[in-house]
């Protein structure tokens, strides 16, 4: 078991330094198949150490693995260690296997792609990142990892870097990303400060006896954690960077802004879960902020139009569940939604991909349609990444998303306002779940679906940035030539049917009152939890139907908007311009962000730089600085002069300095 | 004689000696300085060999040691002197500039 | 005396195995450098003295765990002397891979030349091992007077002489402050050996007795020389300039692990009951050593310059490690002993493959443009850059981390501030030769012009053999440089071609670096070993 968990970390950093050396030698098309050879790697050994792990009694199921002391006699017990339990084992599980299935579709995807190489190395790279980041068995791991997630989806984003809107979307994430990494650090010193050691075992077995009678810097520090959290998670107000990032490659939305590291904030708070159940103000605010972010992002996602956004601020949304489960304790119930989320959210977006492919690159709903007898394979596996998401029964996304505000609802007391948002949330869900549908594959076909029923492929005259229009720069700043949608290509087909058979059985495992699978199997992570619920039979039921009648309802109501009566929508529109307004803007959270940090800090700046940094610290400062560093290099320069004498001549002064500094003390 | 005397006699042999490195521009006269400040060291451990410690003998080894290698150093020190007159034609050490900075 | 019968000392002649190795290889790389035969000169000098130098190592590592007296009352061996001697024969190790196709050793006389480094080595060890103030002044003689004529190898050109005869003369006046300050530790204490020395400090209270202070004084002086702390450096970047480099790559390395050695020792161990009076001078002299090292690096185009200013402030980081007198400080020391060996072994090993494939010298234009040319050569030096500045994941962050460390836990966290303000002045010029390196294009002169640019070349007829040219005299006091026809040193063995054992050099003691940072546990391990000599230390 301890190879077979090193194993997962060792495929994917091999695949990123194999495929970033060989990138010149060989053929472009090999490295797509060793980057995916080396997820796939990864996946077996994560399989072979869940084996494993269920092969030990349930006691022995938390290992951590030391590969060797990284410095332990300086007063800090920084290791290299993994920590091997069913819940990283069920994270490691879920991001290999997703990854897995995005690299195969990326092969095909990225195929003319001029920065084929560069695509798999940054995506192995990403890969072990995330991987390094869930089995990481202590802090100090963890915050490389996180800090190495963030410079890999930065990278990602901004892979088409002749793009202006990349680039700028590269930097937005990673500014964002690094606001989190600073809380992750800053958390860590408060919870290390108290405890003495940073081995998460050992931090948990201590914490309710390090922190007796200062609860309050526990809470301090995991409020920090939070911030880590959120901008990894893109949770309110930190989630401005998440729509832009969809300026990456699709597969890169699939993977990173959908499936897994956006997922990272999620595994944080569950795997602290002994921390934050120690500090509940700090669980209650988290719990608080993942339901005004699933709402938030659910009416924003109801008028957006570019397809990728709409997905994303979807994303948004699942992730509000699931902090919103994990911080009020219903630790499985968010895990479960992470897994199935993981599954029809790639499907989602890989089906997505396949849309703006056939649509030469752009991405704007209004001018989709009718995508339905053209791309059949993708209308299909959209609807089924599409009821799940809408929570439809028997779709995974039902069970999962049941399951967290079944829990929410047993807990009782204020929960209830999270379990109320919730069902609300379920329902702007299946609205704007099946006005991306509708949109895109129902009514009548556009000309690019059109032509592609005419066995034909719409390529635009001149590759442009749809964003911005401006042309696109062929080399690095293009999807490629060629479409490439699921129909035609047997990679994607594979890794899209494989999810959508994941997102209709993954809610299987965890149905109310008839399995336990992912309960019983993360139990040995949990044991140590003191939050017990007992959800009333009748609320389960009432859970179940309400869920189950909201969804449908939803897409009954985009029926009725979109497809039934078509100028719906824009009556409504008409009639509620207020709140449409504030949708699509938003919620005017970037305004608010200019307005409350960018504009006061660009004022600051500008004064700053006028004044202040003109007159004092250029000035007085730097000026002062650089010419004290200057001057003091200059007169160490002079007085080594080269003459013997004159060194004897200062061998002396300090002698009688010395001297004299020495008999003073007599 | 005292003690006071020897180490007096001592330190002046010091700045006899210090006084030579720093006023000398020859360098056998600056190494001949040098020589100068390592007998006054000596001259302090056989004066407090005499008079303050005569139980510790580990002096007189102190000296017989010190002695020798400041006989090496002289010889070491005069070869070298002779290598950069060959070389030079000067053993002004003043001339010796050409490292500096 | 006094009628007395003196009897010998007992001597473990198995714990003296390794010093007696370096001595017996000495006489016989002597005698071997006599013989005929060219090859035995060129090649089986070198590859008798590495034989001695791994025999040596050999011995100490059979010796690693024990801890006893050697020579009574003069030599032990504890953990300290031992993890010392393993970096010095490392570094003489490294040393004769260098100088191997030099051309140091053949201006002079292979069996001379490495004798002279393995007499040098032998006189670290002495001192590494001496628990007496006698041994400690003889291992210190027998470590510098060999290096005086090792610096002044390369006989015919004349900033080699030049820097010998400097070392030889500030060296001699730092060694004669030096034992005067331990005459008059003797004349107070009444002792030579450093455990009588402290009982008598302690017991009789000598800490501010103004013979014991000046003493003390004194000593801070000479070994402060010794360790090349300002300002008392002077002699370093003018010795480190003109010596061959890879006695520079040895001096700059070796003598300092000795020094600081010897620093431990002194001042942890005999001293220890006076700290109060030296601590706070020593912190100063760090403080002082530190800015002014890293001040003076700033804007040296002779990397072997820029490296000397580099090693003072290193020093003076170092040096905050036996002002905190505590065992954390010594274990902080000794780490650092252990990476700045490396680290700076690399650094010096491309500057010597650079001289010998370029015509540039240790100018920084002749690592211009390598990350494209000789990655094999940029990578180590880019690594060696980074680990002095500090950088994570090289040992150098570990270092200054535990040194940084130690200063906060002594008490002296201001001194560790000083370290991080250097550390920023000192990125200044390793990330220009870092820039240098993966920024520029190779300069073109590098490969093609016969006439050397960077490196001052020895005026013609000023040989050994005093065959004086006409002209030289009259060129003598002035000497302008590169003169036209003048004897090439760049052009030398081996033409230009890269040597594999330099670059090996350099690539073995950068992955070593990296190894430290990434894998510091092992160094921590055998540091830790180092404590058992500072009985008094917490």
Same mark, same amino acid.
């Given at each position: 078991m301890e190879t077979t968990a090193w194993l997962v970390l060792a495929f994917p950093l091999a695949g990123a330094i194999l495929i970033g050396l060989l990138a010149q030698h060989v053929p472009a098309k090999l490295t797509g198949y060793l980057g995916t050879l080396a997820i796939g790697g990864a996946f077996v050994s994560a399989v072979l150490t869940f084996l494993s792990l269920q092969g030990r009694e349930e006691e022995a199921r938390q290992v951590v693995f030391v590969g060797w002391d990284y410095a332990r006699s300086v007063g800090v017990d920084a290791q290299i260690s993994i920590l091997v339990d069913p819940l990283s084992v069920l994270m490691i599980l879920v991001v290999s296997g997703v990854s897995t299935l995005i690299h195969l579709y990326s092969v095909a995807y990225m195929e003319s792609d001029q920065g084929y190489a560069r695509f798999f190395a940054y995506l192995n790279f990403f890969v072990f990142s995330m991987l390094l980041l869930v089995l990481a068995g202590n802090f100090m791991l963890l915050i490389v990892g996180w800090a190495f997630v963030g410079a890999a989806s930065y990278l990602l984003i901004s892979f088409?870097?002749?793009r202006t809107t990349a680039t700028k979307a590269g930097i937005k994430a990673f500014v964002i990303n690094v606001v989190g990494d600073v809380g992750l650090v800053l958390g860590t010193y408060f919870i290390f400060k108290h405890t003495g050691t940073l081995d998460f075992l050992g931090t948990f077995d201590s914490v309710e006896r390090d922190f007796e009678g200062s609860t309050g810097d526990l809470t301090a520090g995991c409020l920090l954690l939070l911030v880590g959290a959120f901008a990894k998670s893109a949770q309110i107000p930190l989630h401005t960077w998440l729509p832009d990032?969809?300026?990456?490659p699709t597969p890169v939305s699939a993977l990173i802004h959908a499936a897994t590291m956006v997922t990272a904030g999620v595994y944080l708070i569950a795997r602290m879960h002994p921390l934050f159940e120690q500090a509940p103000a700090a669980a209650d605010t988290g719990a608080i902020i993942g339901a005004v972010t699933l709402l938030v992002a659910g009416t924003i996602a109801i008028v957006v139009t570019d397809l990728k956004r709409v997905i994303a601020y979807s994303t948004m949304s699942q992730i509000g569940y699931m902090i919103m489960g994990v911080s009020a304790g219903a630790y499985v119930a968010g895990l479960f939604h992470l897994m199935t989320h993981a599954f029809f959210k790639a499907l989602l977006f890989m089906a997505a991909g396949s849309v703006i492919a056939a649509m030469g690159g752009r991405q704007d709903l209004d001018s989709m349609g009718g995508f339905r007898k053209a791309m059949p394979y993708t209308f299909a596996c959209f609807c089924i990444g599409g009821l799940a998401l809408a929570a439809v029964p028997p779709f995974s996304g039902f069970f999962s998303k049941d399951e967290i505000l079944l829990d929410l609802g047993a807990e009782g007391g204020w929960h209830w306002v999270l379990y109320v948002a919730g069902y609300v949330g379920s329902l702007l869900t299946a609205v704007y779940t099946f006005r991306l549908i509708f949109r895109a594959f129902f009514n009548d076909p556009v000309p690019e679906a059109q032509e592609l029923m005419d066995g034909h492929l719409h390529h635009p005259a001149e590759a442009a940035n749809p964003a911005t229009g401006e042309t696109e720069d062929t080399d690095v700043g293009f999807p490629g030539a060629d479409h490439h949608i699921a129909e035609q290509s047997p990679f994607m087909r594979v890794a899209m049917g494989i999810l959508a058979l994941g997102a209709i059985v993954g809610g299987f495992i965890q149905i109310p009152k008839v399995t336990h699978g992912l309960e019983s199997f993360l139990d040995p992570t949990f044991a140590r939890s003191e939050i017990e619920v007992e959800p009333s039979d009748g609320l389960i039921y009432f859970g179940l139907v309400l869920g189950a009648v909201l969804g449908l309802l939803g897409i009954a109501i985009a029926y009725r908007i979109w497809v039934q009566k078509p100028g719906t929508s824009a009556a409504i529109q008409a009639r509620l311009s207020v709140l449409h307004k504030l949708f699509s803007n938003k919620w005017y959270f970037d305004e608010l962000i200019e307005l409350v940090v960018v504009r006061p800090l660009s004022w600051f700046g500008r004064f700053g730089q006028q004044t202040f940094e003109r007159i004092f610290v250029n000035g007085a400062l730097v000026g002062g600085t650089t010419g004290l560093v200057r001057a003091g290099s200059a007169a160490v320069r002079a007085v080594q002069s080269g003459y013997l004498r004159s060194y004897a001549a200062l061998l002396l002064g300090g002698l009688a300095v010395v001297g004299f500094y020495f008999l003073l003390q007599a | 004689m005292s003690l006071t005397v020897v180490i007096a006699v001592a330190a002046l042999l010091f700045g006899i000696g210090l006084y030579g490195v720093l006023s000398q521009t020859n360098a056998v006269m600056i190494v001949m300085g040098v020589e100068l400040m390592l007998g006054a060291a000596m001259l302090n451990v056989v004066g407090f060999l005499r008079y303050a410690w005569p139980e510790a003998v580990s002096g007189s080894f102190f000296v017989l040691v010190v002695m020798t290698l400041m006989a090496l150093e002289a010889a070491v020190g005069f070869a070298l002197i002779t290598s950069v007159f060959r070389n030079r034609r000067t053993a002004e050490v003043d001339d010796l500039t050409e490292l500096q900075g | 005396m006094n009628g007395r019968k003196l009897e010998g000392p007992a001597i473990d002649f198995a714990g003296l195995s390794p010093l007696l190795a370096l001595l017996g290889g000495a006489v016989v790389v002597l005698m071997v450098g006599l013989l005929r035969g060219r090859a035995a000169r060129e090649h089986g000098v070198p590859a008798l003295s590495f034989a001695t130098l791994a025999a040596s190592l050999g011995l100490t590592i059979w010796q690693l765990d024990s801890s006893e007296e050697l020579v009574a009352g003069a030599l032990a061996i504890d953990g300290l002397g031992t993890v010392l001697n393993i970096l010095f024969v490392s570094a003489g190790m490294a040393t004769v891979l260098l100088s191997w196709r030099a051309l140091a050793p053949r201006e002079s006389a292979h069996g001379e030349f490495h004798a002279l480094l393995l007499t040098s080595i032998a006189g670290m060890v002495v001192l590494a091992w001496s628990t007496n103030l006698v041994t400690v002044f003889l291992g210190l003689e027998l470590l510098s007077i060999p290096l005086y004529v090792l610096c002044a190898t390369e006989m015919r050109r004349a900033t080699s002489l030049e820097s010998g005869l400097k070392y030889l003369i500030v060296g001699s006046l730092g060694s004669a402050v030096f034992l005067y300050g331990l005459a008059l530790i003797y004349g107070a204490t009444g002792s030579t050996d450093f455990a009588g020395i402290a009982e008598a400090n302690s017991a009789v209270g000598l800490s501010s007795d103004p013979l014991m202070l000046t003493g003390i004084a004194l000593s801070v002086v000479g070994l402060g020389f010794k360790a090349s702390v300002a300002p008392f450096h002077q002699w370093t970047p003018d010795v480190y300039e003109g010596a061959p480099t890879p006695v520079t790559a040895f001096m700059a390395v070796a003598t300092k692990a000795a020094a600081f050695g010897i620093f431990l020792r002194l001042f942890d161990v005999a001293l220890i009951d006076s700290a109060t009076a030296w601590a706070p001078a020593l912190a100063a002299l760090a403080t002082v050593t530190i800015i002014a090292g890293n001040v003076g690096a700033l804007g040296q185009s002779s990397l072997k310059r820029m490296l000397a200013y580099s090693s003072v402030a290193q020093a003076g980081y170092m040096l905050a490690g036996v002002v905190v007198t505590s065992g954390l400080g010594v274990r902080a020391t000794v780490f650092y002993l252990a990476v700045y060996l490396v680290m700076n072994l690399a650094a010096f090993a491309v500057i010597i493959a650079r001289e010998r494939e370029t015509s540039?010298? *240790? *100018?920084l234009a002749a690592v211009e443009g390598i990350g494209a040319t000789r990655p094999v050569l940029a990578w180590p030096m880019t690594i060696a850059m980074l680990s002095l500045a500090g950088i994570p994941a090289t040992g150098g962050f570990i270092g200054k981390f535990f040194l940084i460390d130690a200063t906060v836990d002594g008490g002296y966290a201001w001194l560790g501030f000083v370290i991080v303000i250097g550390s920023m002045i000192s990125l200044a010029y390793y990330l220009r030769v870092i820039a240098a390196i993966w920024m520029r294009d190779a300069p073109a002169v590098a490969q093609s012009t016969p006439v050397p640019a960077g490196p001052r070349p020895a005026l013609a007829g000023g040989s050994p053999e005093g065959d004086a040219g006409p002209g030289s005299v009259a060129l003598g006091a002035e000497s302008p440089p590169a003169q036209a026809g003048a004897v090439v040193y760049g052009g030398e063995p081996g033409g230009g071609k890269a040597h594999w054992e330099v670059a090996l050099v350099a690539v073995l003691c950068a992955a070593l670096t990296v190894a430290a940072g990434v894998v510091p546990q092992p160094l921590f391990d055998l540091v830790q070993r180092c404590g058992d000599a500072f009985t008094n230390l917490v």
């Open positions: 088409w870097y002749r990032a969809m300026e990456g | - | 540039l010298g *240790d *100018d």
